[in-house]
């Protein structure tokens, strides 16, 4: 499976990058990580690309990690696009108190936008 994880440095992307790489290392999986800018998150994307790329050499596979310009949303929906990816792996929502699930703008736009399977990774 073809399979784009989108990470901007929050705890939620680094959840779903360590679980995106696991299931890469049995799966099999062509793994492709886009570091977008978020502007939610305090961590510097060098910083993120940095994890990215020791969590890959940590499980042993190969993986592109790239740094992705723009609008996250919108660049992750054109990238999954482009280059015909099966699935997105996001980070994010959380459960109000009232039990409600919230997300973030960028996992709201990919997930009302993108035509391909979109997995969010709480």
């Keep these: 499976m073809k399979v784009l994880c989108g990470i901007g440095g929050s705890d939620d992307s680094f959840r779903a990058l360590d679980r995106t790489v696991e299931r890469a ?12 800018e978020n502007p939610d ?15 890959v050499a940590d499980a042993g596979i190969e993986a ?7 609008d996250p949303g919108s660049r992750l ?9 099966d699935e997105i792996v ?17 996992a709201e736009f990919v ?3 993108a035509k391909t399977s979109v997995t969010l990774v709480r």
């Design 25 to 36: 290392a049995v799966a099999d999986d062509d793994l492709t990580i886009a570091v977008v």
């Design 41 to 55: 998150s305090s961590t510097d994307p060098a910083d993120v690309i940095d994890r990215a790329e020791e969590a």
């Design 64 to 70: 592109e990690v790239r740094h992705v310009d723009g």
């Design 77 to 85: 929906v054109e990238i999954a696009e482009r280059e015909a990816f």
């Design 90 to 106: 996001l980070g994010g929502g959380h459960t109000s108190p009232m039990g409600k699930i919230t997300i973030g703008p960028i």
């Design 111 to 113: 997930l009302l936008n």
